[in-house]
């Protein structure tokens, strides 16, 4: 079974990398505009008064897509139809065409798609709409085939496609078929909270029914952080203080509280949350978490001390979580101490998350402190090819060619950092200092 799910996963996310539209006039450009933007109301508003024969079958899949990510389940009807006369393998109006006989009662098109797939390579129809008996399944398993395959599909940290329009589609078929399905409302949230689109987002969490509680309290905290992001930190915060008004003991909310006001630079206000959650009756999964998040607030707060026993509280519960290993010995290695053990910290952070580059920074910044100035020079210059923009790599490289005698090139490195570095970088200054003596050497 597993296997079928994986060729199926495969299949998918080829189906959905080999799209593409054809357009040509204004108005299909609009269109087109539209989609990109996942704007499917404004695209509709060219695809409602054109007739079927004015569109070629990649904008015919266009069309489907924009009336079924609307509500338009009937309207999609028509244009599979058309899409299957031209296209007999076509797999999404096939889904739809399915979806329609299966909320009718009809068994015809299941006999024209039983007829067919002896001879044609539909694999994912039939994973979808059949068991291993062979027999239909009913409503609610299609919807969850539906559901599985996707979120499968896209949440595959390795698959870097993102065609959000296929995506969105097929999450909505599977709300067709069950519209009250909470997993599927809560991941078209998720899916609009990625593009941006927070108030539609907002509407799918709000479908998420108390019933489902981890996932209604969830959407409840997206919908409360998500108003920072097109309304303001104030009204976020009143949200959040609303849903816990109701729900003053949940955890859930009462994080997201304490987050918020860690991401909004709140660092007083994070820190008395997250006490206040460390004191209670928690897991220790969670428990090591919190310690970390008030560990980054104490180190905000220029409160070292108290941030470094936080973190090795939280290593205590976890020893090897690689976010922790690399803050805390980030903080040794800039004080010049524990270096030995920062460099064995970071070894093993690195060994856990390769992919992070801000650990391979900080493995980098350790070897520098140790005076491998070349294994140094190497892992830093790797971090630069990963995030080139990032102002406090650029200026690391600098100091670390500078100490190699390539000093051409850290005064390079480090005016780049100038023109990259935020405000909240805090190196300005420095990197300042350093140009400026090295115009005066």
Same mark, same amino acid.
């Given at each position: 079974m597993?296997k079928?799910i994986i060729f199926i996963?495969?299949?998918?996310?080829?189906?959905?990398?080999?799209?593409?539209? *054809?357009l040509?006039?204004?108005?299909?450009?609009?269109a087109n505009?539209? /989609?990109s933007?996942f704007?499917y109301?404004?695209a509709?508003?060219y695809?409602?008064n054109?007739?079927?024969?004015?569109?070629?079958?990649?904008?015919l899949?266009?069309?489907l897509?924009?009336f079924v990510?609307?509500g338009?389940?009937?309207?999609a009807?028509? $244009?599979?139809?058309q899409?299957?006369?031209?296209?007999?393998n076509?797999?999404e109006?096939?889904l739809?065409y399915?979806?329609?006989a299966k909320?009718?009662?009809l068994d015809k098109?299941?006999?024209?798609?039983?007829k067919?797939?002896?001879?044609?390579?539909l694999?994912i129809?039939d994973?979808?709409?059949?068991?291993?008996?062979?027999?239909?399944?009913?409503?609610?398993?299609?919807?969850?085939n539906?559901f599985r395959i996707?979120?499968?599909?896209?949440d595959?940290?390795?698959?870097?496609f993102?065609n959000?329009?296929?995506?969105?589609f097929?999450i909505?078929?599977s709300l067709?078929?069950q519209?009250?399905?909470?997993?599927?409302?809560y991941?078209?949230g998720v899916?609009?909270?990625?593009?941006?689109?927070y108030?539609k987002?907002?509407?799918?969490?709000?479908?998420?029914?108390i019933n489902?509680?981890?996932?209604f309290? +969830?959407?409840q905290?997206?919908?409360?952080?998500?108003?920072?992001n097109?309304?303001?930190?104030?009204?976020?915060?009143k949200y959040?203080?609303?849903?816990?008004?109701q729900y003053?003991?949940?955890?859930?909310?009462? $994080?997201g509280?304490?987050?918020?006001?860690r991401?909004?630079?709140?660092?007083l206000?994070? $820190?008395?949350?997250? *006490?206040?959650?460390i004191n209670?009756e928690?897991?220790?999964?969670?428990?090591?978490?919190?310690?970390?998040y008030?560990?980054?607030?104490?180190?905000?707060l220029?409160n070292?001390?108290?941030?470094e026993?936080d973190?090795?509280q939280?290593?205590?519960?976890?020893?090897?979580s690689?976010?922790?290993l690399n803050y805390?010995?980030?903080g040794w290695?800039?004080?010049d101490?524990?270096?030995?053990k920062?460099?064995e910290?970071?070894?093993l952070?690195?060994?856990k998350y390769?992919?992070?580059h801000?650990?391979?920074d900080?493995?980098?910044?350790?070897?520098?402190k140790?005076?491998?100035?070349e294994i140094a020079?190497?892992?830093m210059e790797?971090?630069?090819?990963r995030?080139?923009?990032e102002a406090i790599?650029?200026d690391h490289?600098?100091?670390i060619?500078?100490?190699?005698?390539r000093?051409?090139?850290a005064?390079y490195?480090w005016?780049q950092?100038? +023109?990259?570095?935020?405000p909240e970088d805090?190196i300005l200054d420095s $990197?300042q /200092?350093k140009i400026?003596?090295?115009?005066?050497?």
């Open positions: 597993k079928k996963i495969f299949l998918i996310i080829s189906l959905f990398t080999n799209k593409a539209f *054809s040509s006039s204004s108005s299909y450009l609009i505009s539209a /989609m933007f704007d109301e404004e509709l508003t695809f409602k054109s007739k079927l024969n004015d569109f070629n079958e990649k904008d899949e266009k069309k897509i924009a990510n609307t338009n389940f009937t309207k009807l028509n $244009v599979a139809d899409l299957l006369l031209n296209d007999k076509n797999q109006a096939w739809v399915l979806i329609y909320l009718n009662n098109p299941f006999q024209n798609f039983e067919l797939i002896t001879t044609e390579n694999d129809i994973f979808i709409f059949y068991n291993s008996n062979n027999k239909i399944n009913n409503n609610q398993k299609i919807s969850e539906i996707v979120s499968s599909s896209s595959d940290d390795k698959n870097e993102q959000y329009n296929y995506l969105i097929y909505n078929l067709v078929l519209n009250k399905y909470d997993e599927a409302n991941y078209l899916l609009y909270e990625r593009l941006q689109n108030k987002a907002e509407e799918h969490y709000n479908k998420v029914r489902n509680e981890n996932l309290f +969830d959407s905290k997206r919908i409360a952080t998500n108003q920072k097109y309304k303001s930190i104030e009204d976020s915060e959040f203080f609303k849903i816990l008004n003053p003991d949940n955890i859930i909310l009462n $994080v509280l304490a987050d918020l006001y991401i909004s630079n709140e660092y206000k994070a $820190v008395k949350n997250y *006490s206040k959650l209670m928690i897991n220790e999964d969670l428990k090591w978490q919190l310690l970390y008030r560990g980054i607030c104490y180190e905000r220029d070292w001390e108290l941030a026993k973190f090795l939280s290593l205590n519960i976890n020893w090897e690689p976010q922790v805390l010995a980030y290695i800039e004080r101490i524990f270096l030995d920062s460099l910290m970071l070894i952070a690195h060994d390769p992919e992070s801000y650990i391979l900080s493995l980098a910044w350790a070897h520098f140790k005076n491998n100035l020079s190497k892992l790797e971090v630069v090819l995030a080139p923009a790599s650029l490289l600098g100091d060619y500078f100490s190699l005698g000093k051409r090139e005064y490195m005016k950092a100038i +023109d990259l570095a935020e805090d $990197v /200092m400026e003596k090295y115009y005066a050497g």
